[in-house]
């Protein structure tokens, strides 16, 4: 049982960024441009849109 609003960990995920992706590459370096990339997206998302700069 859980007191108040408390809710148990697995329902609270909206609390936190999930976010996975799964690509195939030729080259490391592919692979590494591919990562910055989609890092440079997530960042940008949350900091222009989400509205929470510094991360």
């Known amino acids: 049982m859980f007191a ?13 960024l999930w976010q996975e992706g799964h690509t195939a590459h030729a080259t490391a370096e592919e692979a590494i ?17 989400d509205g929470c700069s510094g991360y």
């Not at 990562?35 to 997530?42: A, F, G, K, R, W």
């Open 4 to 16: 108040g609003n408390a809710h148990p960990f697995i329902l609270r995920t909206a609390e936190f």
């Open 33 to 49: 441009a591919e990562t910055e990339q989609m890092l440079n997206v997530y960042a940008d998302f949350v900091e222009e849109l």
